[in-house]
């Protein structure tokens, strides 16, 4: 029996997933399974499916149900203690594994182990950002405020976590995943591992850059975390929301929208005048200020040319270890969506 169960859900993920496929077939830990299902892609998955040879892979086709469902399946089907996901553009280190697996079969009461994340464009060329957390044990209260995992590729999960608080919500097409690592964060305590393991490829089909259906699902999610747990989480209802608002202003600006990123800068200011003035929201402020004035193509280039210097004042950014100087001074905050 295979000790891990890797899930991928794929729909019309040929550009990308190949790579994906590289990054498991390289771990140092080998004890796996992985269940790719494809949902309902269009493209030529199934002649690429039948020409890989390792038994360890299982390909389910179905019809497209979205992300949340394709996941069900796999972990319906999946036989592993450990289940991980792994998103068809994004890519593992080769040592994520063997690290995660180790802090759980260690610690017995770990329901979910997560790593730092680095962003990288397309190409997969580090972006100079990463999403980093040191928040370990309870962590509901932080995961409401920010999705500290940063992207679904992220954690390994214990078989259990899903018997007890459930599997992905169907009625959720996008920011499933926060849901879930907070309905698990209510019955486990989660742990971290301080190294940058995950590259999370940001690029123009990324789905979670429709910022009015993130709102919507984003709203749904608080609703119901904080309905199901008020003692905890009602009295940081506001700041929760203020906090999501910023979130969803950095993605406007990321689809170039600086009059949808004002609004939502405005929203968290009425929300929380405090909040609306920290150092996060004058830095949206000001990228809606910047985007306006210049235009999306002056902007775009603004912000690659700051990044290439920030890469050669401050080093490359390393796939593991040791944390480079430009790591450790940029954080990617806010779900890692700033471009300013």
Known sequence: MPKVSIIIPAFNAMQFLPEAWGSVQSQTFQN?????????????????????????????HQPNQGKSCARNRGILVSRG????FLDADDLW????LEKQVAVLDQRDAVGLVYTWTMLVNEGGQPTGRMICSTAEGNVMRQLILKNLLGCGSTPLVR?????????????????????MWIRIA???PFAVIPEPLVRYRQHARNTSTNWSLMESCRDRILQRAIAQNPDQLAPLESEACGRSNLYLGW???????????FHFWWKTSR?????????????LLLAVVILALLGAQNYTRM?????????????????SGTLSPMQTLLPAESGGNHFL
């Not at 790719?36 to 002649?47: F, N, W």
């Not at 280190?93 to 994520?96: A, F, G, I, L, R």
């Not at 078989?159 to 849901?179: I, K």
């Not at 912000?303 to 796939?319: A, C, F, M, N, Q």
């Open 32 to 60: 796996w399974e992985l269940i790719i299902v494809d949902d309902g892609s269009s493209d030529h998955i199934r002649s690429w499916g039948n020409h890989l040879s390792d038994s360890r892979v299982r390909f389910i």
């Open 159 to 179: 078989r259990r976590c899903f018997e007890v608080a459930g599997t992905f919500y169907p009625d959720l097409p996008l920011a499933q995943d926060w849901d």
């Open 81 to 84: 203690r450990y289940i991980a």
């Open 271 to 283: 929300q929380s005048l405090e909040l609306g003035l920290s150092r996060d929201a004058l830095r």
């Open 303 to 319: 912000t690659d040319i700051k990044h290439r210097y920030l890469v050669e004042l401050y080093g490359s950014v390393k796939p």
């Open 251 to 261: 993605l406007a600006i990321r689809t170039f929208e600086a009059r949808a990123a």
């Open 186 to 188: 209510a019955y486990f």
């Open 93 to 96: 280190d080769e040592t994520k």
